[in-house]
């Protein structure tokens, strides 16, 4: 008899369960300042750090995750484009591949924050100081350590060196039309091989049975034998850290990580992430504030292990076992923000051209 | 040509039908009859192919119909819903046989032409069934079942869902067609009216057994056993204790009644049931010196034309007899049945 | 209340046109003005039709051959289904459902562990032939999009026809049978026209589907394929060229308006209760050989395609294979709850950090919320679509497009118009229960409406004259009727709520994540535990769903065994 209730019972349960936990459990005295921000799937901060800085300025932050960097920032222009005023008040989570696009579309304040001081020039791509560093990481192969062993093959030192026959599908890189980690190698080749030599090189990839995935997840769990997917090659398009996260993620405890990565000069793209203050918010104040925080020693030294990259305050301590397990590259790649913006997608259909048709 | 051997059956672990023997000879129409859930139409899908037995066999011209599936057995099946094809019309639905037999498109044509002559209904051919009433419907799925010339046709409760005038005059329709068509017919029915004006033989299935077959007249006069002639309607049963042999002497509820026909040896003190046929009373004051007299009280009388009913209240039981005037409610009457036209059956 | 039948029917058509009206066609609406406005004109400098043609040629042949595979194996498994009982069948049934909810990314990672080239498949094969290298390339092919297509969308197929095959009535077929009839012959001459419409809106659902594969297509498939919904999304998210995406979406669109204009124009028709089981339809053990056959076959097959991959996606999630990979020597196998354990805990104590319970609670809530929406809203378009109103031509199409619709182009106008709470950023955002029900709409109402047309009027009429009053008459007459066909659909709106990832990551509160959002978390980080986690995390979504449907497809209405 009461099974045809239970439809009923079902929904009006989960009803009651979302009114329970609508009511917030921490609710400061004072009313504090909501502050909205805008990032990407990626971001992360422990909630220690967060809460510190919410009691200390009594305003209360709520993050909106916007999908992939570029899903976010293009969701902020379109944002922007529809003429409304901004639905966060800050982004974080800008890259030097993008940045280009988030400052031509006029979507950031400056804001001279005081702590920029401390942060080496390197790092400073915007002069007018809208989109303020925070954090950077290397895009590198990673390599699976055993395997070279076992197979008794010399560690490639130089992009040149991939295309050697006895480095032949070994390798697996994700397109650069559709994955972050793809796009960033791509422009590490065209800045180790020039705008006329990077597509001889992919040619030559080509030719020696390169394997391309169309994001980061398959190639690195399905593709690369280096990861719990036990792919079927030894090396990967991923991070200079992604190492460091197999030996702290590891189920047993390790001598030391399954993986590495090649670092040798021109091998690793530097990507820097920036936050910055969208233009139009009605929570200035509350925005620099968290701009601050965001480049204060406390949340500096919490961005390794919450985001495996490295924090950009020189002064900022980072933990043991990721100091011991990422490598930092010899020589990164870089190119200017600006030619990327201009080249970008003329260099991807180049590349597309070549490699998928 | 068709015999049936030894069939058994279960549904839902328990069994449906537990030895079921019987032959339908060329030309002969078989009533299949039995209540509601006694297994009639098993009987008939197994025939069909469409069920397997858990035993016992088929025989067709003494030719095992194991191994023959449905559609090489060459037998018409027409259903108690007729299941006609919905997504065709009446001449589809006819043709549907003829086709697969591989039969041209002309020959097909003027074979459904004559058979939707046969049951009146050349002006419907291109209708969609669905529009039919049931008698029609009925009527198609006679045509459909007949139109490939089946080797043996096989209705289940073909009447079932029509009302009583209607089957009446389907009845005879029905009589017509079968006998011009000179099929062997296995007939399903629980309607025993049905049966008697339409078989050749009845077979009467209670409980996963054949209780009795016989001709109509057979089974009218000399039933077997007390559930035939109850469910036969034949009249009034009447339970009682053997008190005495020689003569057979039966007490009832309303006194000792003397019975002459003995098909089965008594023995004293068994109890048994005794069948009463309502025309064979003999009623009024003449007949009382004669054996088995009561006097009854008159319930009930009813003019059903060439006699009338009457309801008697005969001691505590409820008794009915045929009267050729009519009686007045209230009154008194003494009834008596011969000895000899009385039979008896044990249980 | 039958003088004024348009009138009605029009009244039914209000509530569920009008939130279509404002949750799907302003935001599109609103993202095509923008992208077609002068601001955009720059974005059609590099453009060529070639970037047109080759995903539409590319969408139509894989979702050709992806609907046509789909039924080749959907049909005998919804005859399977429909007809036979046998030890085990709820349970495959269920399982067969369950690829519609998993993930893409959890998807290849299952095939991967089977038909990569380190998966079971080609390990077997290679030790059995003595070969050097995996013999199957079968990942980043079409066979591999093909495969995982028909994964995901044989179960459509499977609950649609068999719901519709179980109620034909059995003597139609038996009728053919004896007049001459092979088994083959009964069926394509009877039972395949008799399903046919169930048979249509089944496979209109699945081409729309795969119509519009995105995931599947980008992952399984690899970068060299590429549909209309990649080559959307690739130009909106990654060049941010929104005319030429706002020009395929519009194809795209108007091509799923062909498609189901082009399904309505086939006649579709309606036999009523004509071929309709008076009876209670009676599962039957099988009884001849080759029903033994057939029954033993399918299941293999079924438990092949689908609770393989399933089940060695479970199973991993207990297994370890981690203890000695440092040394790439013998491969450790062992028991490990340490995934599920690991779930429980916040090791780097993250703001993000979601315990299991709270992310299974979070989906339970937005599918129970989507399952009130998708229902309410598909009994009323599929009452109003069973009447017979001139204009129901025109507006049924309007129903099936947000199947047909970009996700990518739809999520940007969600974007422009519901960009503030309680549609986005919210505690509870009403955002995401109201897109998984534009999904889940076409579902409910092509699986109503057969059933809906097939109650007879007369029993209506019926229990009116017996004093009912027409919310009675819906009660006691209508629903048990409707009761299988309405627990089929809603099982599908909860299955495809609980699997939704893309308008689920976009438009929930980071803090409040569903369970593909959670399991999107882990395998996006390298790390053994964070792949272990995923697949844990996997594994409870599976087992909430097949409980979840497990349990609606208990309900029963006192009465119901009636029909």
Redesign the interface.
């Known amino acids: ?1 009461s ?2 209730n ?2 009923f019972t ?2 009006l349960s ?2 009651l ?2 009114c329970t ?2 009511t917030s459990p921490t609710q400061v005295p004072g009313k504090p300042t909501p502050l ?1 921000v805008m990032t990407h ?8 750090v ?1 809460s510190a800085f919410e009691a200390a300025n009594n305003i209360k932050v ?6 992939d960097t ?2 976010t920032l ?2 902020l ?3 922007s ?2 003429g ?1 005023t901004p ?1 966060a008040d800050v982004f974080f989570g800008l890259d030097n591949t993008f940045l280009s ?1 988030a400052l031509e579309q006029d979507l950031l304040e400056p804001y001279d924050a005081p702590q920029l001081a401390q942060i080496p020039a390197e790092f400073k791509l915007d002069l007018e100081n809208r989109a303020l560093p925070v954090d950077y990481g290397d895009v590198c192969v990673n390599y ?4 070279f ?2 197979n008794a093959l010399p560690i490639p030192t130089s992009l040149a060196e991939l295309a050697e026959p006895q480095y032949a599908n070994l390798l697996v890189v994700e ?1 650069p ?2 994955s972050s980690p793809g796009l960033a190698f791509m422009l590490a080749t065209i800045a180790e091989f020039g705008e006329d030599g990077w597509l001889d090189w992919w040619q030559a990839m080509k030719n020696n049975g390169i ?8 190639a ?3 593709n690369f ?1 280096g ?6 090659q030894p090396m990967v398009v ?2 200079a850290s ?1 190492p460091a ?2 030996f ?5 405890e ?5 993986t590495a990565s090649l670092i040798d000069a021109g091998m690793c793209w530097r990507q820097i992430e920036f936050a910055g203050i969208l233009k139009g918010t009605k929570n200035r104040a509350a925005a620099e504030k968290f701009i601050d925080f965001l480049l204060s020693q406390p949340f500096q030294e919490d961005v390794p ?2 985001m ?1 990259v490295f924090p950009v305050l020189p002064k900022a301590v980072i933990p043991e076992a990721f100091q011991q397990t990422v490598e930092s590259p010899n020589q990164p790649a870089s190119l200017a923000p600006e030619l990327i913006a201009s080249q970008r ?1 003329a260099w ?2 180049a590349w597309i051209n070549l490699m ?1 048709n | 040509m068709l015999e049936v051997q030894n069939l058994t059956k279960d549904y839902e672990n328990k069994p449906l039908l537990k030895g079921v023997s019987f032959e339908v000879a060329k030309g002969e129409l078989v009533c299949l009859l039995g209540s509601s859930g006694s297994g009639k139409s098993t009987i008939l899908r197994i025939i069909a192919g469409l069920e397997e037995p858990e035993s016992g066999a088929v025989l067709w011209e003494g030719q095992d119909l194991r191994d023959v599936p449905t559609h090489k057995r060459g037998f018409g099946l027409m259903f108690q819903d007729y299941a006609l094809f919905p997504h065709k019309t009446i001449a589809q639905n006819i043709a549907f046989g003829l086709q697969l037999q591989g039969m041209k498109e002309e020959e097909i044509s003027r074979r459904v032409k004559d058979s939707l002559e046969s049951i009146r209904m050349q002006s419907f051919a291109d209708r969609p069934v669905t529009e039919l009433s049931g008698g029609e419907q009925q009527r198609v799925a006679l045509a459909r079942a007949l139109a490939p010339s089946p080797k043996l046709l096989m209705l289940d409760e073909p009447l079932g869902a029509l009302d009583h005038t209607l089957r009446t005059q389907l009845i005879l329709e029905l009589r017509a067609i079968l006998h011009q068509s000179q099929i062997p017919v296995i007939y399903v029915t629980h309607d025993r009216e049905e049966a008697f004006g339409l078989a050749d033989r009845l077979v009467i299935l209670h409980d996963g057994v054949i209780l009795q077959q016989g001709t109509p007249q057979e089974l009218f006069e000399q039933p077997q056993t007390a559930w035939v002639a109850e469910f036969l309607g034949l009249g009034n049963l009447v339970p009682g204790v053997v008190t005495q042999s020689k003569p057979l002497t039966i007490k009832t509820a309303f006194g000792e009644l003397k019975v002459d026909i003995q098909p089965h040896q008594f023995t004293l003190g068994q109890k048994c049931q005794l069948l009463l046929r309502p025309e064979d009373a003999l009623i009024g004051t003449q007949y009382s010196a004669r054996e088995n007299h009561v006097e009854c009280l008159v319930r009930d009388s009813l003019f059903m034309g060439e006699y009338h009913q009457l309801e008697l209240l005969c001691g505590e039981t409820m008794l009915f007899a045929r009267s050729q005037i009519p009686a007045k409610i209230g009154s008194r009457l003494e009834v008596s049945w011969p000895a000899e036209k009385i039979r008896g059956f044990p249980g | 209340m039958t003088k004024r039948p348009a009138l009605l029917t029009l009244a039914l058509w209000l509530i569920p046109l009008a939130f279509l009206a404002f949750f799907f066609y302003q935001p599109l609406v ?1 993202i095509f003005r ?1 992208v077609f406005s002068e ?1 955009f004109s720059q974005g059609w400098e ?1 453009f060529a039709w070639s970037q047109v043609s080759k995903p539409l040629n590319f969408t139509f042949l894989q979702a050709f051959l992806s609907t046509i595979l789909t039924l080749v194996v959907g049909l005998p498994a919804a005859w399977l289904f429909a007809k036979f009982d046998f030890p085990g069948r709820k349970i495959l049934r269920t399982i067969s459902l369950l690829p519609f909810i998993l993930p893409t ?1 959890v998807v ?2 299952a095939f ?2 089977l038909i ?3 998966g079971w498949i080609n390990q077997a094969l290679m030790a059995l032939f003595n070969l050097s290298v ?1 013999p199957l390339k079968l ?2 092919s079409l066979p591999a999009i093909l495969l995982a297509h028909v994964f995901y969308n044989t179960s459509i197929i499977v609950r649609i026809v068999s719901s519709s095959w179980s109620r034909l009535n059995p003597r139609l077929e038996h009728a053919a049978r004896l007049l001459g009839a092979t088994p083959w012959q009964a069926f394509t001459k009877v039972t395949l026209p008799l399903l046919l419409p169930s048979l249509l809106s089944a496979s209109l659902l699945v081409f729309l589907f795969d119509f519009t594969s995105f995931g599947v297509v ?2 399984l498939g ?3 394929f590429s549909t209309i919904e990649v080559e959307i ?2 130009q ?6 929104l005319p030429v995406a706002g020009l395929l979406s519009v194809i795209q669109l108007g091509i799923t308006l062909l498609v189901t204009l082009l399904q309505n124009r086939v006649n579709t028709p309606r036999y009523g209760k004509a071929a309709l089981n008076p009876e209670k339809s009676a599962l039957s053990r099988p009884a001849r050989r080759w029903q033994k056959v057939f029954v033993v076959f399918m299941v293999i097959s079924l438990i092949l395609l689908f609770a393989v991959p399933v089940l060695s996606l479970i199973t991993r999630s207990f297994v ?4 000695d ?4 020597g013998e491969v450790m196998v062992g028991f ?1 709850l ?1 995934y599920y354990r690991e779930l429980f805990q ?1 090791r ?6 979601v315990p299991p319970i709270q992310a299974i ?1 979070n989906s ?2 937005y599918s ?2 989507t ?2 929406i998708a229902g309410l809203l598909g009994i009323l378009t599929a009452y109003a679509m069973a009447r017979r109103a001139r204009f129901n031509k025109f507006l049924e199409p309007l129903f099936m497009l947000p199947l047909g619709a970009s996700a990518v182009t739809l999520g ?1 106008g969600f ?2 118009i519901f ?2 709470p309680p549609w ?2 919210s ?2 955002p009403l955002l995401i229960p109201i897109a998984h029900s534009l999904i889940a709409l076409p579902f409910v109402v092509r699986t109503m409406l057969p059933a809906i047309r097939s109650i007879p009027e007369s029993l209506r009429e019926a229990s009116r004259s017996l004093g009912a009053n027409p919310l009675q008459v819906l009660l006691k007459v209508d629903l048990p009727i409707l009761l299988r066909s309405l627990l089929v659909s ?1 099982v599908f709106v909860f299955t495809i709520s609980l699997g939704e990832f893309g308008a689920s ?2 438009l929930s509160n ?3 994540p569903t369970i593909p959002v959670a399991i ?2 882990y ?10 986690q995923a697949l844990a995390m996997s594994s409870l979504l599976l087992l909430v769903c097949g409980l979840g449907s497990l ?2 497809e ?5 009465g119901e065994e009636l029909f």
Do not use: C
Not at chain 1, 41 to 48: A, L, P, T
């Open positions: 008899m099974k045809n239970l439809l079902l929904t989960l009803l369960a979302a936990s609508t909205t799937d990626s971001f992360s901060v422990s909630q220690e967060l709520n993050f909106v995750k916007g999908g570029g899903a293009n969701r222009i379109l944002e484009l529809s409304s639905s696009r699976d350590k055993a395997w062993e076992q397109n039309s559709t394997l391309i995935t169309s994001d980061w997840e398959t690195y769990y399905t034998s990861s719990s997917g036990r792919g079927a991923s991070y992604s996260a197999e702290i993620y590891a189920e047993t390790l001598s030391e990580s399954p292990m919450q495996f997608d991807i259909n998928l | 609103a923008l601001r590099l990314v290849a990672a991967n562990t990569g080239p380190q995996p990942l980043n980008l992952m690899g970068p060299q999304y690739n909106a998210m990654n060049r941010f060229n370890t294979l981690e203890a990979r440092g040394q790439r490990t340490r916040n780097s104590g993250s703001i993000f950090y609670r339970l809530l129970g919320v399952i009130l940007l974007l422009l960009n503030r986005a950023n505690t509870f809603l990551s976009f980071p803090h409040a999107y978390r395998i996006s980080q390298p790390g053994a535990l964070n792949y272990g349990l609606i208990k309900i029963r209405l006192p």
